[in-house]
């Protein structure tokens, strides 16, 4: 009975490890923004020109950053141009860097920017796009 016992709890005890092992590592990226612009041009036909520039202070290393503007159901957004540091970035899917990607989620798009951040850098993300039937 004893050795059931502890061969029971050898196996629960591998079991245990392994699961631990297995667990997702999660990575804790340190940063603050520290300055949010956002102009906004209300345009005649209802649609909106918005501007947003984020500047953010990074304390840890990390592979980009995420934005997302939230939306009615109606709304959508086009002319969308994505820039790292003044730099412009391109619409991909493949996570490479200086590229970003665009998906739509129920009511809001999220904007995912692939650029290679070290630690103790500041980097500025700009975010320009129209924002159809927006003013009714």
Known sequence: MKR????????????????????????????????MNVTAKVNRN?????????????????RGVYYRQNLTQKQKIKDIQVKVNDQPV????????????????????????FHRISEDNRIKVEYSYKILDLVT
């Open 4 to 35: 059931k016992l502890l061969s029971l709890i050898g196996i629960f005890s591998l079991i245990s490890i392994f699961a631990m092992w297995a667990q997702p590592v999660k990575a804790n990226v340190d940063y603050d923004i520290t300055d």
């Open 46 to 62: 209802g649609s909106v020109m918005i501007h947003r520039k984020i500047y953010y202070d990074f304390d840890s290393d990390a």
């Open 90 to 113: 391109i619409a991909a899917n493949n996570k490479k860097n200086n590229t970003y990607q665009l998906t739509k989620e129920n009511n809001s798009y999220r904007f995912k920017v």
